[in-house]
C-alpha cells in the first residue's frame, strides 16, 4: 500500500508544471486560480514549511499534504484547460527548463517559523 502512495503522489507531483500554466489560463475559474497558486507557490518554493530534518512530519507535507493539494487542484480546474496546460507542461520539461523556484513563499514560510518561535518564547518566558 506505501509504494502504491508514493506512486500515486508521484504522478501528480508531475502535475505541477501543468497547474502552473492551468492557474494563469483564462478559462480557469478565480476560486480554481486561488487555490492552484497556492499549490503551486507551495511547491515550488526551496523552503517546506514542516522541515524535512523533523522526524516523521518532515515527510507529511511531502508524502501527503502536497499531493492531497494537488489532487484538488485538478479537480478545479476544467478538463480541456488542463490538457492544455498539461502540454504547455510536457514541452516545459522537454526543453528541460529548470522547475521554476518561489522564494515569496520561502519569505513566508521563514516568517511563519520565526513568528512561531517568538510566540512559543514568549509564551514559555512569561
Known sequence: MLQTLRRWAKLLKGDI???????????????AKLFVVLV????????DLIPD???ILGFVDDAILLPIGIWIALKLVPA???AESRAQGQAWLDARRPKP????AAAVFVLLWIALAWLLWRWLTD
Open 17 to 31: 508544471i501543468a497547474l502552473w500554466f492551468a492557474c494563469r489560463h483564462p478559462q480557469t475559474p478565480w476560486y
Open 40 to 47: 503551486v507557490a507551495y511547491a515550488f518554493s526551496p523552503i
Open 53 to 55: 530534518f523533523i522526524p
Open 80 to 82: 480541456p484547460v488542463m
Open 101 to 104: 523556484q518561489n522564494y515569496i
